[in-house]
C-alpha cells in the first residue's frame, strides 16, 4: 500500500497552526502546541490516547510515520509532504544555492562545456531548477541522447546538480563531527588530571565509530557521484549508488547535531570554554544516542527503498 503524499491530519489539534512535531531533548519525537498563550508539548505516543484517535484512522496512520520522517527533517506541520525518503528513496533536502551552484559548475565542467557555456549555465533558481537558458545549453552539450527530450535532459542534470550539490554539504557536515571528535579529545588531554577530561575523552571514544561509520558513508557516496557522465548516461545509478548513502548521512547528521552545537556552545563560552556541567550534558545526551551505535538505524529502511531507504 503506498504511502500517503502528505501529513493531512483530520483532527483539529492537529491541524493548528501553532502545532509542530519535532524531537525533544531526549530525541524522541513530541507535538509542540504554541497557541498565543497557551505553550505546551506532549510525547507522541500519548497523543493517541489524549485526542481519542480511532487506531485505524487516517490521522493513526499519520503520526505512525511521524518518528521516522523527523529523521530525515528537522519538524513535521500538517499539510507538509511526507519525506521521499520514505516513500521511494529519493533524498528530499537540498542545500542552500551556494551550494547547487558549485554543483552545476561541477556538471558543466565534466561535460566539457566551453567556459562561455559554463558562465552562461551556473546560474540556478532558488528552488534548485535550471532557467530556459540552461535547459536549452544542456540539449546542446548532451547531443549525445537524440532520443530523450528537453524535459527528460533537464531532469537528469537537475538530479546529478542535486545529488552533487548533498555530498558536498555531507562532506562539510563529516568534517564538522571529526573536527568535533578531535576536539573533545584534545580537550581531555589537556585536562586528564580530572574529571572534566575524563567526561570529554568518554564523550570523544563514544563519538569516535559514529565519525568513522560517517566517514565511510561519505567516501561512498563520494564515489558514487564520481562519474557525472555515467549518472547522465543513466540516471537509475542515483537511486542504485548515491541515495542510500545521502540518506544515510542526512538521518546521522540531524541525529548528532545538538551534541556539536553542546560542544560548540561549552567551547566558545566567553567566562572561559566548557564547565564540568557543559561536559556531563554533552556525554549524557552521547551516551543516550549512541551507547551501542547501530549503523543500520539511520540506513533507509530495505522495504522503504523498493516502495519506490547543520543548517542547510
Known amino acids: 500500500m503506498p504511502l500517503p503524499e502528505r501529513f493531512n491530519f483530520q483532527h483539529a489539534d492537529l491541524r493548528r497552526a501553532g502545532a ?42 499519520l503520526l505512525a510515520l511521524v518518528p521516522e520522517a523527523l529523521r530525515y527533517v528537522r519538524q513535521v506541520r ?4 511526507v519525506p521521499s525518503e520514505l516513500r521511494d528513496g529519493r533524498p528530499s ?14 556538471v558543466w565542467r565534466a561535460v566539457e562545456g566551453p567556459l562561455a557555456l559554463l558562465e ?22 548532451l547531443g549525445l541522447f537524440p532520443d530523450v527530450t528537453i524535459a527528460q535532459v533537464e531532469e537528469r542534470v537537475t538530479g546529478v546538480v542535486s545529488d552533487l550539490a548533498r555530498v558536498d554539504w555531507l562532506r562539510r557536515a563529516t568534517a564538522v563531527l571529526q573536527r568535533t571528535v578531535g576536539e573533545l579529545a584534545q580537550f581531555s588531554a589537556q585536562h586528564a588530571s580530572n574529571g572534566a577530561g575524563d567526561l570529554a575523552r568518554r564523550s570523544a571514544l563514544q563519538l569516535r565509530d559514529i565519525t568513522i561509520w560517517g566517514t565511510e558513508q561519505a567516501i561512498a557516496a563520494d564515489a558514487a557521484v564520481g562519474d557525472i557522465n555515467g549518472l547522465l548516461a543513466e540516471p537509475e545509478l542515483l537511486r ?12 546521522l547528521a540531524l541525529d548528532v547535531e545538538p551534541i556539536i552545537l553542546l560542544w560548540q556552545a561549552a567551547r566558545d563560552r566567553p567566562e572561559g570554554g566548557p564547565r564540568r556541567r557543559d561536559l556531563e550534558d554533552i556525554l549524557r545526551l552521547t ?3 549512541y551507547a551501542g551505535f547501530d549503523p543500520a538505524l539511520f540506513m533507509p529502511k530495505p522495504v522503504s527503498m523498493a516502495a519506490g531507504g547543520f543548517d542547510d
Open 78 to 81: 500538517a499539510g507538509d509532504p
Open 20 to 61: 509542530v512535531f519535532v524531537r525533544g531533548p531526549d530525541r524522541l519525537p513530541m507535538l509542540k502546541m504554541d497557541f498565543g498563550d497557551l505553550k505546551g508539548s506532549l510525547p507522541l505516543e500519548r497523543l493517541p490516547a489524549s485526542l481519542q484517535l480511532h487506531a485505524d484512522g487516517i490521522d493513526s496512520e
Open 287 to 289: 551516551l543516550q544516542r
Open 93 to 106: 533536502w537540498l542545500p542552500r544555492p551556494h551550494v547547487m551552484q558549485r554543483a552545476v559548475g561541477a
Open 240 to 251: 542504485r549508488k548515491a541515495w542510500p548513502a545521502i540518506c544515510a548521512l542526512r538521518a
Open 120 to 141: 552562461n549555465a551556473a546560474p540556478v533558481h532558488k528552488n534548485g531548477g535550471f532557467d530556459g537558458a540552461a535547459r536549452d545549453l544542456a540539449r546542446q552539450l
